[in-house]
């Protein structure tokens, strides 16, 4: 058993002992032993895995990063939960270090590729047809909005309790002048609030 699906198992065990429920409503899934597939981008109904309290999740993300050899946590995520100052903090911040720099590494590996032309999108030839078909794609989303029909409705819910509704993501990124990507992967799918910025402690939520 990887150690990070035993540090997974005693949360388990301590929440039981604890007498505390996590779930969904107040906590992360974590993939364990092993991390999501980098192309998979929801949680499925038989994927392996526990429900973590944040923190736990955060832990657990840098053991697991040990354990695959590639990094797999979030780093604003696992920034805050190293700056409470945890137990075996002076372990998991050699994790933390140690991946944050192989990934800067693989960043920099690339776009020197990039820039050599090596680049696996570069040097695609588009036809104007598909050129075409891609401009009007992206104006029909941009001019949509709301009406696009394979748009799901919003709820953004502000700290005081006030409710926003938008017709979709386009349109809450829009009005709310953010970047949708941002929107729908950070916190849409999640189902988590930003603990920053401008939208702090706002919930957003697809309308049922």
Not at 16 to 27: C, H, I, K, Q, T
Not at 75 to 81: Q, R, T
Not at 123 to 128: I, S
């Amino acid at each position: 058993m990887l150690p990070n699906e035993v540090f997974a198992l005693e949360c388990i065990a301590r929440y039981a002992r604890e007498g505390l429920v996590v779930d969904s409503s107040n906590g992360q899934f974590a993939h364990c032993p092993y991390p999501k597939p980098r192309e998979q981008k929801y949680k499925l109904p038989d994927d392996l895995g526990y429900w973590l309290t944040f923190f736990d999740h955060q832990h657990q993300g840098l053991l697991q990063s040990r354990d695959m050899g590639r990094r797999c946590y979030w780093i604003p995520d696992v920034k805050l939960y190293l700056d409470t100052k945890p137990p075996e903090y002076e372990e998991l911040i050699v994790i933390y270090n140690e991946f944050n720099a192989l990934a800067e590494e693989q960043k920099k590996a690339q776009s020197e590729r990039v820039s050599n032309g090596n680049h696996p999108m570069l040097g695609r030839t588009h036809t104007e047809e598909s050129i075409r078909k891609m401009c009007a794609s992206q104006q029909r989303i941009k001019r949509l909005g709301a009406l696009n029909p394979g748009s799901r409705a919003i709820i953004a819910i502000k700290p005081d309790g006030t409710k926003l509704y938008f017709g979709g993501v386009s349109e809450a990124a829009r009005e709310l002048e953010w970047d949708a990507p941002s929107l729908c992967s950070r916190y849409l799918i999640p189902g988590k609030s930003p603990t920053r910025g401008r939208f702090k402690y706002w919930q957003f939520l697809y309308a049922k």
